[in-house]
Antibody, heavy 125, light 107 residues
């Protein structure tokens, strides 16, 4: 079964740090771009970051640039989001997500076809 | 950055109704648009990708159309399981954006 399982969320004070983890199973992680998407309480979806299948390219939402880092280990089948200088507006459910499939030099954009269940981050004093 | 405007924000409809949701991009995104359904407390579910391609396992009553800057999601005959919130998402550039969402509620 294709699955993404997030962990690492919790309550953190403003200015603090947190590392979110995403464990992938049931598919070959090294063939896919991966993303983090968040959803503040009662609000819509907001894309946070993307990482290329081989980890060589990373892209971020402007408001998290310089504070968040997306990383991956294709051998460990894991994705991470390291968050620092956290603000109240970063409070949200964070979803790990599978996106573009790449094989033999070609990539196929398919939207976000697999989502984790989400992990909740609360930034508050 | 590419902005995406979704309308309406709320839609009241009855079982069996034909429902249409619109998404407009601030610049051309070709056909790089997806539609998702989300129910309370759950992760979103992919319905449509590349503007009009139906994701495997999604009922055929869902369809997508459009290209460039104007896109629509149509549910041909609304079913009880379809009452949810729907989002469009552009993925033309490396910086993605979602629409604000359309909540489909029971009339």
């Amino acid at each position: 079964e294709v699955q993404l399982v997030e962990s690492g969320g919790g309550l953190v004070q403003p200015g603090g740090s947190l590392r979110l983890s995403c464990a992938a199973s049931g598919f070959t992680l090294r063939s896919y771009w991966m993303s983090w998407v968040r959803q503040a309480p009662g609000k819509g979806l907001e894309w946070v970051a993307n990482i290329k299948h081989d980890g060589s390219e990373k892209y971020y939402l402007d408001s998290v640039k310089g504070r968040f880092i997306i990383t991956r280990d294709n051998v460990e089948n894991s994705l991470w989001l390291v968050m620092s200088s956290l603000r109240a507006e970063d409070t949200a459910v964070y979803f790990c997500a599978r996106t573009t499939y790449c094989s033999t030099g070609r990539c196929y954009d398919h939207g976000i076809d697999v989502w984790g269940q989400g992990t909740t981050v609360t930034v508050s004093s | 950055d590419i902005q995406v405007t979704q309308s309406p924000s709320t839609l009241s409809a009855s079982v069996g109704d034909r429902v249409t949701i619109t998404c407009r991009a601030s610049q051309s995104i070709s056909y790089w648009l997806a539609w998702y359904q989300q129910k309370p407390g759950k992760a979103p579910k992919l319905l449509i990708y590349k503007a009009s391609s139906l994701e495997s396992g999604v009922p055929s009553r869902f369809s997508g159309s459009g290209s460039g800057t104007e896109f629509t999601l149509t549910i041909s005959s609304l079913q009880p399981d379809d009452f949810a919130t729907y989002y469009c998402q552009q993925y033309n550039s490396y910086s993605w954006t979602f629409g604000q969402g359309t909540r489909v509620e029971i009339k």
